[in-house]
């Protein structure tokens, strides 16, 4: 048994070949193929365990496709929900675009409508302030002429002289009779949101009321000449009234004829008032009244009903008062404007328009021209005199100091001592300053106008 060689086989491995104990002794070599010891090959456990396996990969593939297909589905419905949200986004972006852009298009024309409305405005008003220029202003006043003028045997005299003034006229029924009031053409809703060029008629604030002297009598004789004023006032609440009496010259020349005759028929021993003079019958119908009675007529509704009132007697001096109240009344906005301006540009007494002012930066230059030319205010001070009294005084304060020191009456000679050199060529002629124009300037500088002249106000 000692020389019988062993072969052990191996379950662990699945090879054919078998193994040899290389621990016992080498065998005599034997003449044996290596084909006849090939063994069958026997499936072993294992095997049907991989077979397993391979089902269960097998088994998982599949249920791994499921989930994948759930998987899938999955994403198509999340790709599918993300897609519908970012339609949604991106329809929600352009409707807010589309917002965007029409509030953006409704500013723009919101401020194109601003824009045109504030040259509209400006448009308006420089046509408003050229429409008062003294020059243009006549071009946009109309008369309106009572139809009652039409009675009156100088209507046609009247005519004539308005179209001499080259004033434009109308003939038109009106509350008062024989009255003249004045229409103003003026921009259509120049202060309204919608600006447009029409124009529209504003009745003045002033009338003339004519009256002949037959209807002037009849009203002083009846004590009726304060009360037919109070009812032309009532009728028209708010109107400046002028009235004007014509013809009355005549009806007191005529009764001073009449009584001149009467004396000289009395001297002479005449019987009657003997001849009658043309056009006397109209003056002898009427009621006999003096030119005191008339006065102070006129003068009660002046202090009364501040009541304006003149007397005339041709159709020349009717037409002038007419075309002296029309172009008055036109140039009055202007003057009131030019007075409001004045008003907001004065300082004490002097305008600020901007003419020969003196400008002075924030380092003091150009303070010695302006006290130079705050001394040529004076009417007796000179270029030449300002030089002098601010080579001795530079600075107003340096003047108040001088004055404060002295005595009132060395005050106003103060100044007038100082030397005035003035050279015209070769030649230098000196003089000094007066005494008049010394006082003066003490007077103002330590009055209390004298802060306001120096700016300490």
């Not at 004789?221 to 002028?242: C, E, H, R, Y």
């Not at 301006?341 to 003419?355: C, E, H, P, R, T």
């Not at 030397?419 to 230098?428: C, D, L, N, S, V």
Request: with cysteine; charged share 25%; hydrophobic share 35%.
């Amino acid at each position: 048994m000692d020389n019988t060689d062993v072969i052990e086989l191996s379950s662990d491995s699945n090879d054919s070949v078998p193994f040899v104990n290389t621990n016992s002794i080498k065998p005599p070599a034997l003449d044996i193929l290596d084909d006849d010891y090939n063994f069958p090959e026997v499936p072993f456990a294992s095997e049907p365990t991989a077979a397993k396996k391979n089902t269960n990969s097998d088994l998982g593939a599949v249920f791994k496709s499921n989930s994948d297909i759930e998987t899938e589905l999955f994403k198509k419905y999340v790709s599918e929900k993300s897609t519908s949200k970012g339609t949604k986004a991106r329809e929600r972006k352009n409707v807010s675009s589309k917002n965007d852009k029409e509030l953006l298009r409704m500013e723009k024309c919101r401020k194109a409508e601003e824009a045109a409305k504030i040259k509209a405005e400006k448009a308006a008003a420089a046509a408003r302030l050229k429409s008062m220029q003294p020059g243009e202003c006549m071009n946009y006043m109309q008369v309106i002429l009572d139809l009652g003028f039409t009675n009156f045997n100088f209507f046609d005299s009247l005519i004539t002289e308005l179209q001499q003034y080259e004033l434009v006229y109308k003939l038109k029924s009106q509350i008062i009779s024989n009255s003249v009031t004045w229409t103003r053409s003026e921009q259509k809703n120049s202060n309204s949101e919608h600006i447009t060029g029409e124009n529209k008629s504003v009745e003045e604030n002033h009338i003339i009321v004519v009256w002949d002297y037959t209807e002037t009598i009849k009203k002083i004789a009846s004590d009726m000449f304060l009360t037919s004023i109070v009812s032309i006032q009532t009728s028209k609440p708010g109107k400046s009234i002028t009235l004007i009496i014509y013809g009355m010259e005549n009806y007191f020349r005529h009764h001073r004829n009449l009584k001149k005759m009467q004396v000289k028929n009395q001297c002479l021993g005449r019987v009657g008032d003997g001849k009658k003079r043309r056009g006397s019958k109209a003056f002898e119908d009427l009621p006999v009244i003096s030119r005191k009675q008339l006065e102070l007529c006129l003068t009660e509704i002046q202090l009364t009903l501040n009541c304006n009132s003149q007397l005339i007697e041709t159709p020349h001096g009717l037409g002038q008062v007419i075309g002296q109240y029309t172009k008055a009344i036109a140039e009055a906005p202007f003057k009131i404007h030019k007075k409001q301006m004045l008003q907001s540009q004065l300082d004490w007494y002097v305008a600020g328009d901007n003419k020969d002012t003196v400008k002075v930066d924030k380092d003091g230059n150009g303070l010695k021209r302006l006290w130079q030319q705050q001394l040529c205010q004076f009417n007796l001070a000179r270029l030449e005199t300002a030089e002098a009294i601010i080579s001795k005084y530079p600075t107003p304060s340096h003047l108040m100091d001088a004055y404060t020191r002295c005595t009132p009456s060395e005050g106003m000679k103060l100044l007038q001592d100082i030397p005035i050199r003035r050279t015209a060529g070769p030649i230098t002629n000196v003089r000094r300053i007066g005494p008049e124009l010394s006082k003066k300037l003490y007077l103002m500088f330590t009055s209390e106008d004298g802060d306001i002249f120096l700016g300490n106000d």
